[in-house]
């Protein structure tokens, strides 16, 4: 076979695509097996000699939507469907 040109025509076939967990091109179609986050393995693949790579998917990295009402929430002892009491008028 020619190393050339002729035989850079047939790299026509993907051997990674979509993850289902990650959303990254990383999903191995044979091997059945994601290459950044481990799908389908239950636990996230993560190392510490890639220590940008945990701060990039890590808490906070999204919009938390959930977790940033949290806080406040716990501040109240989470109350939920009660009215403060009235306190009367603030003097000045």
Same mark, same amino acid.
């Given at each position: 076979?020619?190393?050339?040109? +002729?035989?850079?025509? #047939?790299?026509? %076939? /993907?051997? %990674?695509?979509?993850?289902?967990?990650?959303?990254?091109?990383?999903? /191995?179609?044979?091997?059945?097996?994601? =290459?950044?986050?481990?799908?389908?393995?239950?636990?996230?693949?993560?190392?510490?000699?890639?220590? $940008? =790579?945990?701060?990039?998917? +890590?808490?906070? =990295?999204?919009?938390?939507?959930?977790?940033?009402?949290?806080?406040?929430? =716990?501040?109240?002892?989470?109350? #939920?469907?009660?009215?403060?009491?009235? $306190?009367? $008028?603030?003097? #000045?």
């Amino acid at each position: 076979m020619t190393k050339g040109t +002729t035989s850079r025509g #047939e790299r026509g %076939h /993907h051997s %990674h695509r979509l993850c289902k967990r990650c959303g990254k091109r990383s999903f /191995h179609t044979r091997l059945r097996r994601c =290459a950044s986050c481990a799908y389908p393995n239950p636990s996230m693949r993560r190392y510490h000699w890639s220590v $940008q =790579a945990i701060r990039r998917r +890590t808490t906070g =990295a999204g919009r938390m939507r959930y977790l940033k009402k949290v806080e406040r929430r =716990a501040g109240n002892n989470f109350r #939920e469907g009660t009215v403060a009491k009235y $306190q009367g $008028q603030k003097k #000045e």
